[in-house]
């Protein structure tokens, strides 16, 4: 157990709706990054909060947002969705005192099904 | 641009025989950190080894090392004494700290991975 906890770990719904996955990060850590695992783009990083502040952002579709909230956790928030964006959505914590040696803690991940 | 390439898309071993899983990076920074994932089937990212690009000693954890040859951008995972539990998949990842305006970002990198199967 990484101590990241993210809900739901799984997620069907219809092509053009919307969802929002919850992210916990381990307790201490003021960075949460969300990566997108597909299987024809692979891992790809999607967005990085730090201590409430969006700090880079990746490969995120304008249809994509995500924040972080005052006690910590991060919502990645996802619509008008297409068959594409079926994909296992992985959030990640760290403590990022800007060493290049920061493990990052996988949450388990939403799997994200979309019809 | 950084980029991690897994040239293996599988990998078979027979049970207790050592395996050599291949990773090559490209970077121009001085100061990066490589590090391996397993993702078994269940899904999870479990974090394996990590490799910093100024540590003068290849990294090993228990049955896991790191075989870093910095000159040629390569940093192979190997794995000995294979078990049936390490059949997963395995990914390399590469890490620059970046600062932006504002602040430090630390995105990890992924390669493509390699299916690693260990046959009994």
């Known amino acids: 157990d990484s101590g990241v906890t993210q809900t739901p770990k799984h997620l069907i719904t219809a092509t053009g709706q919307r969802v929002t996955l919850r992210c916990s990060p381990r307790?201490?850590?003021?960075?949460v990054y969300w990566y997108q695992q597909s299987l024809d783009q692979g891992l790809q990083f999607l967005i990085q909060?730090?201590?409430?502040?969006?700090?880079a952002k990746g490969n995120i579709l304008e249809r994509f947002s995500a924040q972080q909230f005052p006690d910590l956790h991060s919502e990645l928030n996802l619509s008008s969705l297409e068959l594409g964006d079926s994909a296992l959505y992985f959030c990640?914590?760290?403590?990022?005192?800007?060493?290049?040696?920061?493990?990052?803690?996988f949450g388990p991940g939403t799997r994200l099904t979309v019809l | 641009a950084q980029k991690i390439t897994q040239t293996q898309p599988g990998m078979f071993v027979q049970e207790k025989e050592a395996v050599t899983l291949d990773c090559t990076y490209d970077?121009?920074?001085?100061?990066?950190?490589l590090f391996w994932y397993k993702q078994p089937s269940s899904g999870e990212m479990i974090f394996l080894i990590y490799?910093?690009?100024?540590?003068?000693q290849n990294a090993t954890e228990g049955r896991y090392s790191l075989n870093f040859q910095k000159a040629r951008k390569s940093a192979n995972l190997v794995i000995s004494a294979s078990q049936l539990g390490d059949s997963a998949m395995y990914f390399c990842?590469?890490?620059?700290?970046?600062?932006?305006?504002?602040?430090?970002?630390?995105?990890?990198?992924f390669g493509k991975g390699t299916k690693l199967t260990v046959n009994p």
């Open positions: 490799q910093g690009s100024y540590d003068e």
């Open positions: 990640a914590s760290s403590v990022d005192s800007g060493n290049s040696y920061n493990e990052q803690f």
């Open positions: 970077t121009s920074d001085q100061s990066y950190g």
């Open positions: 307790s201490g850590d003021l960075s």
């Open positions: 909060y730090y201590n409430g502040e969006e700090r």
């Open positions: 990842a590469m890490r620059h700290p970046r600062f932006t305006t504002q602040g430090g970002s630390e995105k990890l990198v």
